[in-house]
Nanobody, 122 residues
Framework: QKQFVESGGGLVQPGGSLRLSCVPS????????VGWFHEAPGKERVQVAC????????NYAGNVKGRFTISRDHAKDTVYLQMNSLKPEDTGVYSC???????????????WGRGTQVTVSS
């Protein structure tokens, strides 16, 4: 079964940082763009960041720009999401998924993982 495995979530105080990791299972990332998505409690899933196949192009949602950084390591076949200056509204499940190229049309993404829980609270 092709899916991602996310890790790195946890409980952090406002203003803190976390680094999430996204590793493919059953396939290689070489030819995929990868997006990170946030599902807050009671809300729909939204894309927060995406990185192109090459890694040279990144896109961010407006509310995380300047705070979150997406990156990829082709040698480790891993995509990361560095999350800084975390806010309570960043709380939720973060998951990653693949597409042929970065887009904001979420149904196009595939190989979804179960996600990792991030809780920002004092």
């Amino acid at each position: 079964q092709k899916q991602f495995v996310e890790s790195g979530g946890g409980l952090v105080q406002p203003g803190g940082s976390l680094r999430l990791s996204c590793v493919p299972s059953g396939f290689a990332l070489d030819y995929y763009a990868v997006g990170w998505f946030h599902e807050a409690p009671g809300k729909e899933r939204v894309q927060v960041a995406c990185i192109s196949v090459s890694g040279y192009t990144t896109n961010y949602a407006g509310n995380v720009k300047g705070r979150f950084t997406i990156s990829r390591d082709h040698a480790k076949d891993t995509v990361y999401l560095q999350m800084n200056s975390l806010k309570p509204e960043d709380t939720g499940v973060y998951s990653c998924a693949a597409d042929q190229a970065c887009s904001t049309y979420i149904p196009m993404y595939e190989n979804w993982g179960r996600g990792t829980q991030v809780t920002v609270s004092s």
